[in-house]
């Protein structure tokens, strides 16, 4: 029996987050459920089934690892997963050592999407420099006990047109950090809080600054030191294809009926 570790995907918009819930359906309950039945393995515990990273509710992943022992062809899992999961695609592979955690990673990058409104870019990136190195991260995250004191490898903030793009790495993150951290950022590009106020909270004073939504949050990729690789997966590809379609869509209609209802004003003799 082998220890195998894959990568997958999966918009977190459609689960209950990714940690197994009781009546719930998550991400790690839909993987579990295709392993079943292709196959793969009859139980998580006995077949050490573990997932690297939890997200909440709302967060999405494009780059969350599990790592499984099994006997099932390695050549065909991955279209055999595909082929069985409903909104969680598998795309990479890597064979993992016997004694294999996906938990212990050499690093981690999450990346937040938030939407411009004016906010001053150059004091976010001013405020995202006070945030790297080693910090106590008491006030940015939701407490469980963990040793709050954190080194943060990076943090760069770039605009892409209506987006402001933040991405966040470092080896582990507490609970809620990455989107406590992105609350403050935007507070401070708003002018709610200062530089001043960020420095003393990283000190564990000070206040909370509140919590991005999590619909903006992916996890973009996990560094396990693996060699990863890439087979195709065509079906994986026709519904990545279907998704950006069945978005386009949405954002027309959406577009469409902000127009009709900005004809409507001022057909009424409302200045819009």
């Given amino acids: 029996m082998a220890r195998v570790a ?12 990714s940690q197994r819930q009781p009546g719930e359906r998550t ?30 509710r709302g967060v999405s992943a494009l780059g969350n690892v599990f790592a499984v022992d099994t006997d099932f062809r390695p050549q065909e899992l991955l279209a055999a997963l595909n082929a069985s999961c409903d909104d969680v695609f598998c795309y990479a592979l890597a064979r993992a050592p016997k004694n294999f955690s996906p938990r212990r990673a050499q690093g981690r990058w999450y ?40 080194t943060l490898e990076s943090v760069t903030i770039r605009r892409e047109g209506e987006l402001i793009v933040i991405d966040i790495r470092a080896r582990e993150f507490l609970r809620n950090m990455v989107r406590r951290i992105v609350s403050a950022l935007d507070q401070l590009g708003q002018g709610r809080v200062t530089v001043d106020e960020v ?20 996890l973009m990729d ?6 990863w690789s890439y087979p195709p997966t065509g079906r994986m590809t026709s519904v990545v294809s279907e998704q950006t379609h069945q978005a386009r869509v949405h954002l027309r209609f959406e577009e469409s009926l902000q127009e009709k209802c900005r004809l409507a004003l001022k057909s009424q003799g409302h200045v819009i």
């Fill in 199 to 218: 420095r003393s909270a990283l000190h564990g004073q000070g206040r909370s600054m509140g919590l991005a939504e999590a619909e903006g949050l992916f």
């Fill in 111 to 150: 990346r937040y999407h938030l939407p411009y409104r004016g906010q001053d870019l150059d004091m976010m990136i001013e405020g995202a420099k006070e945030f790297e190195g080693e910090h106590e991260f008491r006030q940015f995250c939701k407490p469980d006990g963990k040793v709050t004191l954190r």
């Fill in 27 to 56: 991400a790690e309950s839909e993987l579990l459920r295709a392993l079943v039945k292709i196959g793969a393995i009859s139980s998580a515990d006995e077949y050490r089934f573990r997932v690297a990273s939890r997200t909440d």
């Fill in 6 to 17: 894959v990568k997958f995907a999966y918009d977190g918009t459609r689960f209950m987050g």
């Fill in 222 to 227: 996990i560094d396990l030191g693996l060699d």
